[in-house]
């Protein structure tokens, strides 16, 4: 049985302080929205929240057309979650087949792509890049 969003949230509540939980309910709930069945019956909500945690701790600073790149296998001693598979994290000004490009890349590399997570948000930074945790928006136009 897939992890519920229900689960995640209740996750969050009780493992983030007050003022961080509800930015960070939003976010996973954009970050997973369009995960596929497969990816939510493998993930437990723990796992989920480490996906969470690391996704909103990368993307907390970046400069103006800054691209950021990151790869790891998730452990319990070194990042305080561990998963099945290892991540890469991408953050980056959306572009036209950016995920056909990088996901052609990985494959090039001999490696093979389980799954993604591709959210596509507007983020509100201060002069110096941090992310401001007020308010998500989907790339559509859509208010989350």
């Known amino acids: 049985m897939p992890a519920s969003p ?27 929205e369009k995960a596929p069945r497969e990816l939510r019956e ?6 989920q ?18 691209v950021l790149a990151r790869a790891y ?20 000004t959306d572009r036209p087949f950016i995920v056909d490009s990088v996901r052609a ?6 490696f093979h792509l389980h799954h993604y ?3 596509i948000l507007h983020v509100d930074r201060d002069a110096g890049g941090r992310l401001r945790k007020k308010g998500l928006d989907r790339k559509d136009g859509g208010t989350a």
Do not use: M, V
Not at 42 to 47: F, R, S, V, Y
Not at 53 to 59: G, Q, T, V
Not at 81 to 92: K, R, V
């Open 6 to 32: 229900t689960q995640l949230r209740q996750l969050i509540d009780r493992k983030l302080p007050d003022g961080e939980a509800p930015f960070a309910r939003q976010f996973a709930a954009l970050l997973f």
């Open 42 to 47: 493998e993930l437990t909500p723990d796992i």
């Open 49 to 66: 929240l480490g996906i969470t945690l690391s996704a909103l701790e990368f993307i907390g600073k970046r400069a103006p057309d800054e």
């Open 73 to 92: 296998s998730p452990s319990l001693e070194t990042h305080g979650w561990e998963a099945p598979y290892s991540a890469l994290e991408i953050c980056l």
């Open 105 to 110: 890349a990985i494959s090039r590399s001999g």
């Open 117 to 119: 997570l591709h959210p």
